[in-house]
């Protein structure tokens, strides 16, 4: 099983010895803090199994329906570590509705009231600079009340963390607290800024396409 580093000692980095998944590098740590499944509260975090089942899931919900012309959440093959798996957001023709935001939840339990906890993913988006799109992700409460969210650009990830299978990869987080709830519905959704930039004679899927993986939540 993959292990996820939320520190890089730094004797270890003195010594070659390279964390495989690191959330977070912090210059100053003295020790290593492995994250192990059980920590993670988040089902098929790495979405292999969304991959296995050619995107559908038990634990992943869409928040979107491919032919009704609001945008694809489907899996993909490209991974930010190990096992192939992530889930990737587009639209697919010159038509679709550019302000829809197509997307993924999962309902998640066990959570401990009043208690800081952290939600971090690996976010890939190849287009660079002058990509239209973003990414939304954040945690709500079971009737839709936010509690954290964040909008995050690729350009805003430039030295973050980046994925050891494909380094496109990179890694975003948010803190936030629990309050009175002991389960929130965690989300991530593609967002298009400006639909001009997209050529609409072009490969729309391209132009538009993001990818997540290796979402995490632990206590902070």
């Avoid at 945008?71 to 990737?88: L, Q």
């Avoid at 997307?103 to 800081?116: C, E, F, P, S």
Wanted: charged letters at 25%.
């Amino acid at each position: 099983m993959k292990k996820v580093y939320l520190a890089l000692s730094v004797a270890a980095l003195l010594t070659g010895c390279v964390s495989t998944a690191p959330t977070k590098t912090v210059a100053t740590a003295t020790n290593v803090q492995a994250v192990t499944a059980s920590e993670n509260l988040i089902t098929d975090p790495q979405f292999t199994l969304f991959r296995k089942n050619k995107g559908e899931s038990d634990a992943w919900v869409k928040l979107t329906e491919k032919d009704k012309g609001i945008g694809d959440a489907g899996s993909s093959g490209t991974t930010a570590f190990g096992p192939e798996g992530s889930v990737r957001f587009r639209f697919k023709n010159a038509t679709d509705d550019f302000t829809a935001q197509p997307g993924v939840i999962q309902t998640v339990k066990g959570l401990q009231a009043n208690t800081d906890y952290e939600l971090s993913l690996y976010y890939n988006d190849k287009k660079g600079q002058g990509s239209p799109s973003q990414l939304i992700y954040g945690v709500q409460d079971l009737a839709g009340k936010s509690i954290a969210t964040k909008e995050v650009h690729i350009n805003d990830l430039e030295n973050a963390p980046k994925g050891v299978s494909d380094k496109r990869f990179r890694q975003t987080f948010i803190s936030f607290n629990s309050g009175s709830n002991t389960e929130v519905k965690v989300y991530a959704k593609l967002n298009i800024t400006d639909p001009s930039r997209i050529k609409m004679d072009g490969n729309i899927g391209s132009q538009t396409e993001v990818r997540l993986d290796e979402v995490i939540l632990i206590k902070e």
